[in-house]
C-alpha cells in the first residue's frame, strides 16, 4: 500500500508562487507515474499534471501550461508541483496521485490513478 502526504499548500496573493510536495512511501515509487488533481468548491476535481516514472515526459492541463512544472526526485521518493504566477482561480486542494500501472506516461483521467493523498490546500487572494 503505497502512503502518499502532500505539503506545501499555504495563501498566497496573485501572482506569487508556490512550491507543492508529495512525499511516498510504501511503494516502489520510481515504477509509478505520478500525477497533481485539484478540487475547486462546488467544483469536481480536475487534472493539473502528470509525470513519468523516470520525469522525462510531462503533461500539463491547458489551464495551467507555462505556470506550472511539474517534477520528481525517485531518490527522495517524492513529486513537486511548482506553481507560478498564481491566479486566484487556481484556490483549491490540491491532491496528489500514484498509477502503479503506467510508468512511460502519465494519465490525466483520475480513474487510472490507484494511490491519492489527502490534499493540501491552496488559497490565493487577489
Known amino acids: 500500500q503505497v502512503h502518499l502526504v502532500e505539503s506545501g499548500g499555504g495563501r498566497v496573493q496573485s501572482g506569487g508562487s508556490l512550491r507543492l510536495s508529495c512525499a511516498a512511501s510504501g511503494g516502489p515509487f520510481s515504477s509509478y507515474a505520478m500525477g497533481w488533481f485539484r478540487q475547486a468548491p462546488g467544483k469536481e476535481r480536475e487534472f493539473v499534471a502528470g509525470v513519468s516514472w523516470s520525469g522525462g515526459n510531462t503533461y500539463y492541463a491547458d489551464s495551467v501550461k507555462g505556470r506550472f512544472t511539474i517534477s520528481r526526485d525517485n531518490a527522495k521518493n517524492t513529486v513537486y508541483l511548482q506553481m507560478n504566477s498564481l491566479k486566484p482561480e487556481d484556490t483549491a486542494v490540491y491532491y496528489c496521485?500514484?498509477?502503479?500501472?503506467?510508468?512511460?506516461?502519465?494519465?490525466?483521467?483520475?480513474?487510472?490513478?490507484?494511490?491519492w493523498g489527502q490534499g493540501t490546500q491552496v488559497t490565493v487572494s487577489s
Open positions: 496521485a500514484a498509477d502503479r500501472d503506467r510508468r512511460l506516461t502519465a494519465s490525466s483521467m483520475q480513474s487510472t490513478y490507484d494511490y
